[in-house]
């Protein structure tokens, strides 16, 4: 399968613990997003990587957050200080140009208790 | 910016019925808009994208979707239901370098 790849799938944290997920987006994808999505809500924009450059972040991304994509291929996210509230799906794009075509991977859970 | 409002949150229609689910959009010039799907415990998938071509846009599996300027919308159908469409189905417009995508409308397919 050569889709996108999150990993973990699952996480499950206690409150103020760090996590790290990490996203394998498609060979030769410049392009890496990340989003989050809570119970009944749309993905939400967190970031874009193009190639390794960090081009944008959303007003959700608090300094807890922080993502690198070294070498421009996988990325990871990490979370400082998780709080009950960071409990969502984590999810990672990429494509090879532009919006017009995205590719998700599954997503990580995370679970903060 | 782009935004997108999904109209309805939950849609239930029978096997072999018509299946419509609703978009609105807001934005001062002209949009790029999309369908996306989300199976359980999958990636979300496109089903089709306006990029201000043609009004009536053709997706996988049987969708479509037109473009309505005069009523800022971006409804998508499909003639008859399938068990496989069960799913959760979301509105998406292009503002800047990312999609902002609506609420979302959960498919429930009837047998």
């Known amino acids: 399968d050569t889709g996108v790849s999150q990993n973990p799938r699952h996480k499950i944290t206690k409150r103020g613990q760090n996590v790290t997920f990490r996203c394998d987006p498609i060979?030769?994808?410049?392009?890496l997003y990340w989003y989050r999505q809570t119970l009944g809500q749309g993905p939400e924009f967190l970031t874009y990587f193009q190639n390794e450059a960090q081009l944008e972040k959303s007003r959700l991304l608090s300094d807890r957050f922080s993502a690198e994509r070294p070498k421009g291929s996988f990325s990871t996210l990490e979370i400082q200080r998780t709080e009950q509230g960071d409990s969502a799906m984590y999810l990672c794009?990429?494509?090879?140009?532009?919006?017009?075509?995205?590719?998700f991977g599954s997503g990580t859970q995370l679970s903060v208790l | 910016a782009q935004s997108v409002t999904q109209l309805d949150s939950h849609v239930s229609v029978s096997e072999g019925t018509p299946v419509l689910l609703r978009c609105n959009y807001s934005s001062s010039y002209s949009p790029s808009l999309f369908w996306y799907v989300q199976h359980p415990n999958k990636g979300l998938q496109l089903l089709l994208k306006?990029?201000?071509?043609?009004?009536l846009v053709k997706g996988i599996n049987g969708f479509e979707a037109e473009f309505k300027k005069s009523e800022t919308s971006f409804h998508l159908t499909k003639p008859s239901a399938h068990m496989s469409d069960a799913a959760e189905y979301f509105c998406?417009?292009?503002?800047?370098?990312?999609?902002?995508f609506g609420t979302g409308t959960r498919l429930t397919i009837i047998p």
């Open positions: 998406a417009g292009r503002g800047n370098e990312k999609l902002t």
């Open positions: 306006y990029t201000s071509a043609a009004t």
């Open positions: 794009a990429s494509s090879s140009g532009g919006l017009e075509k995205l590719f």
């Open positions: 060979s030769e994808h410049n392009r």
